[in-house]
């Protein structure tokens, strides 16, 4: 069975970071799937922050592009977010998801969420 584990949310003040990071436990294949990670503010739809495909291609929200990088570590299992200079508007819950081959939208399976919450 596959799971995915988020961990490094939390409190940050307006201008400050945060890294999250995603472990991925029971895919065998995992070098060949798309990772990413999307978020959902309250009353708001979930939308796609960032994704990378087995081929390090990547795609980003054009809110969040230039302050957030995602990068991946195959060997280790595990999607990373590092997030700069954040917004109370990058508020959210920040889902982690292992998707099917190529493109960079759907999703197979879903972590469980960790809470990033922007405030001075």
């Known amino acids: 069975q596959v799971q995915l584990v988020e961990s490094g949310g939390g409190l940050v003040q307006p201008g400050g970071s945060l890294r999250l990071s995603c472990a991925v436990s029971?895919?065998?294949?995992?070098?060949?799937?798309?990772m990413g990670w999307h978020r959902q503010a309250p009353g708001k739809q979930r939308e796609l922050v960032a994704a990378i495909t087995s081929g390090g291609s990547t795609n980003y929200a054009d809110s969040v592009k230039g302050r957030f990088t995602i990068s991946r570590d195959n060997a280790k299992k595990t999607v990373d977010l590092q997030m700069n200079s954040l917004q109370p508007e990058d508020t959210a819950v920040y889902y982690c998801?292992?998707?099917?081959?190529?493109?960079?939208?759907?999703?197979?399976?879903w972590g469980q969420g960790t809470q990033v919450t922007v405030s001075s």
């Open positions: 998801k292992l998707g099917p081959p190529g493109g960079y939208y759907s999703v197979l399976y």
């Open positions: 029971g895919s065998t294949f995992f070098s060949i799937y798309t």
